[in-house]
C-alpha cells in the first residue's frame, strides 16, 4: 500500500511554465503591497505626536516588524524579496533569471504603490501617512546617497546568506532580515527617513504626488548597495566559505580530542565530510565556487 506522500504527490497536477511566473509574481505583487500597508501605515500611527526618539523607534519596529512577518507568509511563495535592490543582487548572483527579474521588479513597485495608497485610504486625516523619504536635519546629498547604499548593502547580503544558502535554518530568514531592517530604519529615519527601498520610496511619493529633487538618491544608492552585496557574496562563495568554516571547525574538534603535545592537521575534504555530514552538500558547494571561477 503506498504512503499517504506518495498518494499525494500521484493527485498533484502538472505545473504549466505559465504558473510557475504567474504565481510567484502574484505573490511578490500582494506581498509587497501588504508589507508597505503594515509598514507604512504602521509608521504613521506610531510617530503621531510622539517625541523624536520614541517616533525613530517606533518607525523602525514597524517597518522590522511588517518584513518580518509578511516575509514568513510569502517566503516560499515568490522568496519575499519586496525591495528592487534585493532582486537586483539574487539576478547578480544567478538565483533570478533576466525575465522574472524584470517582473519582479514591475510587481514591487505597483504592489507597493497599492499598499500605500491602501494605508492613506484606510486611515484619517491621511495627508500625514505617505511618509515621503527627503533629506533633512542636515543631511547633505553626497551623504544620504551613501546612507541608503551601504544599508541597502547590508540589508541585500544579509538576505543572500539567510536564504540563498538554504542551510537548515533557512526557514528563520525573515527574523535576522526584518531586524537588520529594524536596525537601518534605528540609523536612517533621522536623517532621509529610511527608504532603503526604490519601492517604498516611489510608493510613497507617488501616492503623495511629490517626488522632491533628492528623489534619486533613493534609487540609486540602494540599487549599488545591491550590486556590492552581490559581489561580497560572490567573493566569499568563490573562497569557499562554507568547506573553510567546516575545516576550521573540524580542526578545533581534532585539537580538541588530541593529546598533549600531539600535531593535528584535518584535510579540508575530510573536514568538509564529517563536520557537514552530508555527500550532497560536499558536491554543491565545489561546484558553487568552481562556477564562479569559470564565470
Not at 551613501?146 to 547590508?154: K, Q, R
Not at 542551510?167 to 536596525?183: D, Q, R, V
Request: net charge positive.
Amino acid at each position: 500500500m503506498p504512503n499517504s506522500s506518495s498518494h499525494n504527490l500521484s493527485k498533484r497536477k502538472v505545473v504549466s511554465e505559465l504558473q510557475r511566473w504567474w504565481v510567484p509574481a502574484l505573490g511578490e505583487f500582494i506581498g509587497t503591497a501588504m508589507f508597505l500597508y503594515l509598514a507604512v501605515g504602521g509608521a504613521d500611527a506610531v510617530s503621531r505626536a510622539a517625541p523624536e526618539g520614541t517616533a525613530v523607534l517606533g518607525v523602525a519596529f514597524a517597518f522590522g516588524m511588517g518584513l518580518m512577518v509578511t516575509a514568513w507568509a510569502f517566503g516560499r511563495i515568490s522568496g519575499a524579496q519586496f525591495n528592487p535592490a534585493i532582486t537586483l543582487s539574487c539576478l547578480i548572483t544567478g538565483k533570478l533569471s533576466v525575465g522574472k527579474a524584470c517582473m519582479y521588479f514591475i510587481c514591487q513597485l505597483l504592489g507597493g504603490s497599492l499598499g500605500v495608497a491602501m494605508a492613506r485610504g484606510t486611515t484619517p486625516d491621511n495627508a500625514h501617512i505617505v511618509g515621503i523619504n527627503h533629506l533633512k536635519n542636515g543631511e547633505s546629498l553626497a551623504r544620504g546617497f551613501f546612507l541608503e547604499f551601504w544599508l541597502t548593502s547590508i540589508l541585500c547580503f544579509v538576505y543572500l546568506m539567510t536564504t540563498e544558502e538554504r542551510s537548515n535554518c533557512s526557514f528563520m530568514a525573515p527574523l535576522p532580515i526584518g531586524f537588520t531592517l529594524f536596525s537601518c530604519h534605528l540609523f536612517a529615519v533621522r536623517y532621509d527617513n529610511a527608504a532603503i527601498n526604490p519601492a517604498r520610496a516611489f510608493a510613497t511619493s507617488l501616492v503623495a504626488r511629490d517626488f522632491t529633487r533628492d528623489h534619486w538618491i533613493y534609487w540609486i544608492g540602494p540599487l549599488c548597495g545591491g550590486i556590492l552585496a552581490a559581489a561580497l557574496y560572490i567573493l566569499f562563495c568563490y573562497f569557499d566559505f562554507d568547506i573553510v568554516d567546516a575545516a576550521n571547525k573540524a580542526q578545533h574538534r581534532a585539537e580538541t580530542a588530541a593529546a598533549p603535545g600531539e600535531t593535528v592537521k584535518v584535510d579540508v575534504i575530510d573536514a568538509n565530510k564529517n563536520d557537514i555530514g552530508s555527500s550532497t552538500r560536499s558536491q554543491i558547494a565545489p561546484s558553487r565556487s568552481e562556477a564562479y571561477r569559470r564565470a
